[in-house]
């Protein structure tokens, strides 16, 4: 099927987006806030909004402002300086934004999430609830990770992999990454002028992958692998993501209108429910189980619980209820889980028969180490 009409048939079904826009997409070189892109989201939005279309805004640049304001040549290097920064670009971020929507009577709320927010699934229901009812006002939520606050164990790490964990928070349909480059390419366009960019990938496997490898610029995180990333992250929720360059004017109207800008990611048609995308993408595993084959086999052919048998050795301290992975003898992660033991208690029953784990635990317990409703076999996602 030509993409042109691809294309059009997933956006017909899109009642609501999630747009990221990248660091670069909303400053300037000098390190100003280009208010030309953002009348140009601001307006694309309105016009969404009047088609019925939800947006939630995904936005960085608050880092990039900061360092504007206080004409900092560089990044900080010293983090509570760079949180200091995002304090102060934040709400220069914030303030163009009000100012720009208010033009058109559309409020805007600002939420700033950290990974402690959304690991916790009261926590993450209840965020869920609050974006609803901010949409259910008639405002445009703007997200970004709260920089100021935040510590490594409970950061996000960059807004690529924010933007794929709110597609399935806010439940939307479609994820848009803005960002400074045309879309994905075979190779490295800033090295070689012969690379050549792909309008469609209905897969992302590790030769697409190996493709991403560009770093990330001075002021933002990601780089296209993690755009890359947070586009396989939404396909496994079941939803496309375009890739395209926030810079150039008119990009997001493009991409509504079904114009052949930047790259299509499709979807996975066998979709993760929101509870165990929540569970494969949101948390991060505190630790990892090694299979022998046989329990490897159970759970990626045949769909089965883990059970304590097929267990050979415990990697990292985790609680019950923790996620954790779930490795093959050569190491590659294959699933990933709630696993019902600590791993103390699963050090006691690894390699155990089911008649024995009640006797090595000295009290009545499950037979699963990880139930099948609580695991996600990456392989099975098609
Ligand atoms: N949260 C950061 C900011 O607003 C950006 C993170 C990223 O570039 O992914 O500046």
């Given at each position: 099927m030509p993409t042109r009409e691809i294309r059009k048939q997933l956006l017909a079904k899109v009642h609501r987006v999630v747009i990221k826009l990248g660091s670069y997409v909303l400053t300037t070189p000098a390190g100003r806030l280009d208010r030309k892109v953002f009348t140009d989201v601001a307006q694309t939005v309105v016009r969404l909004r009047a088609r019925g279309i939800d947006c939630i805004l995904v936005s960085s640049g608050a880092i990039a402002s900061g360092i504007g304001r206080l004409g900092l040549k560089a990044r900080p290097r010293h983090i509570e300086q760079e949180q200091a920064a995002a304090a102060i670009g934040q709400i220069r971020l914030m303030g163009l934004y009000d100012r720009l929507f208010t033009k058109y009577s559309m409020p805007v709320a600002q939420i700033l999430l950290t990974h402690g927010d959304v690991r916790d699934r009261r926590r993450f229901l209840s965020a869920r609830q609050t974006l609803n009812s901010v949409l259910t006002y008639g405002a445009v939520p703007i997200i970004n990770e709260n920089d100021t606050t935040v510590v490594d164990e409970i950061r996000f790490g960059d807004n690529d992999y924010l933007s794929s964990l709110v597609t399935n928070l806010a439940q939307a349909d479609l994820l848009v990454i803005l960002t400074d480059i045309d879309g994905f390419y075979d190779s490295d366009p800033r090295v070689n002028p012969e690379a050549r960019l792909i309008g469609l990938l209905d897969d992302i496997n590790e030769d697409i992958e190996k493709c991403a490898c560009g770093p990330a610029g001075k002021v933002g995180r990601g780089g296209m692998a993690t755009k890359l990333k947070a586009a396989k992250t939404a396909a496994s929720f079941g939803i496309p993501t375009v890739i395209a360059n926030g810079k150039k004017p008119g990009t997001l109207r493009a991409v509504f209108d079904g114009e052949p800008v930047g790259t299509l990611i499709l979807p996975k048609k066998n979709k993760l429910t929101g509870r165990k995308h929540w569970i494969a993408y949101t948390l991060k595993p505190q630790g990892a189980l090694v299979l022998d084959d046989g329990a490897r086999d159970a759970l990626e052919q045949r769909l089965r619980s883990l059970l304590?048998?097929?267990?050979v050795s415990v990697e990292g301290d985790f609680d019950a209820g923790e996620c954790v992975s779930c490795r093959d003898g050569s190491g590659r992660e294959f699933a990933r889980g709630l696993t019902a033991y600590s791993s103390e208690a699963v050090n006691k029953i690894k390699g155990l028969k089911t008649e024995q784990i009640s006797t090595a635990l000295g009290r009545p317990v499950n037979r699963e180490v990880i139930h099948r409703d609580d695991l996600v076999v990456f392989s099975a996602l098609k």
């Open positions: 304590p048998s097929g267990i």
